[in-house]
């Protein structure tokens, strides 16, 4: 808190920079504090609180980070240092079991992959490599596993091939080895400044279409190698290679034996295992296992058979074999980042990047709530930009979060991250010991295995009638980037997807649409009996005195056009006449505070009459835009309306405002004045989640009644909420009780009135709420303190404070408060104005 020099040192330069620091505040530091209903009103009796407004002191603390806060960041980016020294051996039998059957399954899956990628298959390997070996240093999930994925690998393809094209001098793995680099640096940084939120804005729907595009455009470039068809483009658009498969069915080979029963030998397994296990659930380990490893067994397979009809036929084999494998790490070496390979693919560098982000971050999520553990994306995005750093150091691609490999670690048991460390031991064992063995593997096999494991990314149809019954429009979002996917590319459908969900989001912030709200008294009923707040049965039908007492009955609000599906029959009672309760339902910043105070207005307009009739005796007083009748015609006569009161708004949903939004407010509240001249309306504020808010509300003159020129304050008594201070079981609660039994009147009185009266119609720069103008204050301020010194209801014992801060008496804690202080005033205005008429 600024010190009394300093204080006075920024109301001195305030001054000569003419800087109006209280300029919302007409009553100054040096008012009656009984007239802001301060201090005095508590005095003896609860607990006065004076809330604080934040400070800009306040918000540097809570943006930027303490010393200590520093150093849990750095600790932070290394989340095995707080389980690595718990490690026990029931920990690693599980990561050995896990770390195993993953890398049986990771080393053909990252050569089928490197294919895709248009590189040679030990890329796949090296890259796989990387991606478990680096991983678990800075994992927060055990069930990922990083290394090549089939739409990564398809987009680096098309990279790869358009740089042969145009730079046919830059070998194919520099250039994926720089796009891993650069996508990595900026996905590391992303992480490392804790901004992983961003993934939220990409939502599931879009994920999903990018997903089921993706594996139908890649499952499609795989079949007519699978096939063994005659060469065309695989990589143009989905639907012009599905017309090209058609067209060159005739062209097939011997390949189309080796991939198509290849293909349905892997769905046999699978459903052979999924079937038995249910059949036999006790032995449904094993059968996972079984259909775990089918890959594998394929692969070998199909790989016996290679080797026995080609073994004498290497030159000219009866299909397509995998070739040549290197041994060991041929291509480890300081990767070649430049100015002419990063143009290569500039433009591919967003797509690159939400690649790498959405599925990582969507499986790891996924993952993590169904095995009872919690992600940190932040700290996600940096183990993928440090694996894609340093992978290209041993040739490695760009490589992210798989699902089929998560899943198959997930369901293996694995229990740390520290199983991606087996993982890679048994891929560094495939790359020294098996590159012999890779050379007879068939291409068309692999294509099989490709096909086979990208259709589990394909949504399945229940999924999307689940997104249609949620939200239509969403279920149409997934089915634009599904089709933008097939008939132009898998980076348009990312883009398309990902625009259209936050254009959507924008619509539905610019237009969210405001509630009136109205009363409705409702009873709770257990059977046929209601239920008191203390719990009691009462009768249902019984007495009607006793049902019409504040203990039958409690008030809510619901909104009276019925759009939150609340009983049509059930018809909300306007609370009170010329008041109006209206809340907000999508916040309140700048993109929707005209449409929400567009509709306000109106509705007020609507169903309210000018409080001057009057206003326009002459024709040419009235605005151009209310010209009023045509010549020769009456006005239609609206004096059965009720005339504007007060405006409650209902701040539940808002969490920050902006200055836009709450000039908006000003301007409205200006608008109405002038509308209700010569009477006030009151403004009133429930439901304020937020300090700043407060702030913002209480600078721009909103929170306490303010005067209106040329007039001054008549007394109000405001209506605030207490608090008993120890609870329900406290010793003052329960000597309560004994007064209580003597004295049943003994409660907090809510019948204070607060808001003032205008004796004068000149309205133009009033602030806020109408003011009571009275030369009689010290008659008022002594009468307030009689009813303080006499009230019955924070003697007995009782300890009470207020709950929300005496210096802002019109923010209340709720829509009751709120509209209790609305009516009060109301009334007491009413009761004014008739004095005045009768004297």
């Known amino acids: 808190m600024a010190g009394p020099k300093t204080a006075k040192a920024g109301h001195v330069l305030a001054k000569g920079l003419g800087i109006k620091v209280q300029y919302r505040d007409p009553l100054g530091a040096g008012s009656d504090p009984v007239t802001r209903g301060e201090s005095t009103f508590s005095t003896g009796t609860a607990d006065t609180y004076v809330e604080p407004e934040p400070t800009t002191a306040e918000w540097i603390g809570e943006h930027f980070p303490t010393w200590r806060q520093v150093g849990h960041y750095f600790y932070s980016l290394f989340p095995f240092l707080q389980w690595i020294t718990k490690y026990n051996a029931q920990w690693f039998f599980g990561d050995l079991v896990a770390g195993i059957t993953v890398g049986a399954v990771v080393v053909p899956q990252g050569m089928a992959y490197a294919k895709l990628a248009e590189l040679p298959v030990e890329y796949g390997l090296y890259s796989s490599f990387m991606g478990v070996l680096i991983y678990w240093f800075f994992a927060t999930s055990k069930d990922i596993t990083i290394g090549p994925v089939a739409v990564m690998s398809t987009l680096v393809g098309e990279i790869v091939l358009r740089a042969q094209k145009e730079h046919p001098d830059i070998p194919g793995h520099v250039v994926a080895s720089a796009l891993a680099i650069i996508g990595g640096a900026v996905v590391c940084f992303i992480g490392l ?316 912030v610019v237009k969210a649409q405001g509630h009136f709200l109205g009363r409705v008294k409702i009873h709770s009923v257990v059977g046929d009996h209601l239920l008191d707040p203390d719990g009691k049965y009462g009768t249902l039908g019984g007495n009607p005195r006793a049902q019409d007492t504040d203990t039958a009955y409690r008030n809510v609000f619901l909104p009276t056009d019925h759009r939150d599906g609340s009983n049509p029959m059930v018809e909300p009672e306007q609370p009170h006449p010329g008041i109006f309760i209206y809340r907000f339902t999508e916040g309140f910043n700048y993109p929707n505070a005209n449409h929400y105070t567009d509709y306000l207005v109106d509705t007020i307009f609507r169903t309210t009459r000018r409080t001057n009739l009057q206003s326009y005796p002459r024709p040419g007083d009235r605005p151009w835009n209310d010209p009023g009748p045509r010549r020769g015609k009456q006005e239609v006569d609206r004096s059965d309306l009720p005339t504007l009161k007060a405006v409650i708004l209902d701040f539940s949903s808002v969490n920050n405002v902006d200055v836009t939004s709450i000039q908006n407010l000003i301007d409205v509240r200006n608008q109405l004045d002038m509308y209700a001249a010569p009477d006030p309306v009151q403004w009133h504020f429930a439901h304020i989640n937020n300090r700043w808010t407060k702030r913002a509300l209480a600078s721009a003159g909103f929170g306490y009644p303010t005067p209106v020129q040329d007039t001054g304050f008549r007394r109000w008594k405001p209506i605030f909420s207490v608090a008993e201070i120890g609870g329900n079981s406290s010793a003052a609660a329960a000597a309560d009780l004994i007064n209580q039994q003597h004295d049943k009147h003994s409660e907090l009185k809510h019948e204070d009135v607060e808001s003032g009266v205008v004796r004068h119609s000149h309205t133009t720069e009033r602030e806020s709420h109408g003011a009571e103008g009275s030369s009689d204050g010290s008659h008022d301020g002594d009468e307030l303190r009689r009813e303080l010194t006499t009230s019955k209801a924070y003697h007995h014992g009782r300890k009470v404070a207020l709950v929300q801060g005496i210096n802002r008496p019109l923010f209340h804690i709720d829509l009751t408060s709120a509209l209790q202080s609305a009516i009060a005033n109301s009334e007491e205005l009413e009761a004014y104005k008739k004095g005045l008429t009768e004297e």
Not at 342 to 368: M, R, Y
Not at 373 to 391: F, K
Not at 436 to 458: C, E, K, R, T, W
Request: glycine share 6%.
């Open 193 to 508: 400044i804790r901004c992983g939120w961003i993934v939220d804005f990409i939502p599931l729907t879009a994920i999903s279409a990018f997903m089921t595009g993706s594996a139908i455009n890649i499952a499609a470039g795989q079949v007519p190698t699978m096939l063994g068809e005659g060469k065309f483009n695989t990589k143009a658009s989905t639907y012009m290679v599905i017309i090209n498969t058609f067209k060159f069915l005739p062209t097939c080979k011997l390949d189309a034996a080796m991939g198509l029963t290849a293909l349905a030998m892997l769905y046999v397994i699978r459903s052979a295992c999924t079937y038995a296990a249910k059949k036999h659930p006790q032995r449904a380990k094993l059968y996972f296992f079984i259909s775990t490893m089918r890959t594998v067994f394929v692969i070998l397979f199909y790989t016996m058979i290679s080797a026995a009809v080609n073994l004498h036929r290497k030159n000219d084999p009866a299909f397509s074999l995998l070739g040549h494998v290197p041994r060991g790490f041929q291509h480890a070496g300081k990767p070649v980042v430049t100015t002419e390979i990063i143009k290569i693919f500039a433009n591919d560098i967003p797509a690159t990047v939400i690649v790498l982000l959405i599925e990582h971050i969507a499986i790891s999520k996924s993952f993590g709530r169904v095995n009872n553990y919690t992600i940190d994306p932040s700290q996600e995005l940096v183990a993928i930009g440090v694996t894609n750093l340093l992978g290209p150091f041993l040739g490695a691609y760009p490589a992210t979060g798989s699902f089929s490999r998560t899943a198959i670690k997930s369901k293996a048991g694995v229990r740390t991250p520290l199983a991606g460390l087996i993982t890679a031991v048994v891929v560094l064992l495939a790359i020294y010991a098996l590159p012999a063995l890779f050379f007879y593997i068939p291409q068309a096999s692999l294509s099989g295995v490709i096909i086979h494991a990208v259709g589990d990314l394909v949504t399945p149809p229940n999924t999307v009638y689940q997104f249609w019954r949620v939200s239509p429009l969403e279920a149409i979002i997934f089915f634009i980037g599904v089709i933008v996917t097939i008939f132009s590319s898998i980076e348009n459908g990312i883009y398309t997807t990902i625009c259209v969900s936050v254009a959507v989001l924008l619509f539905r």
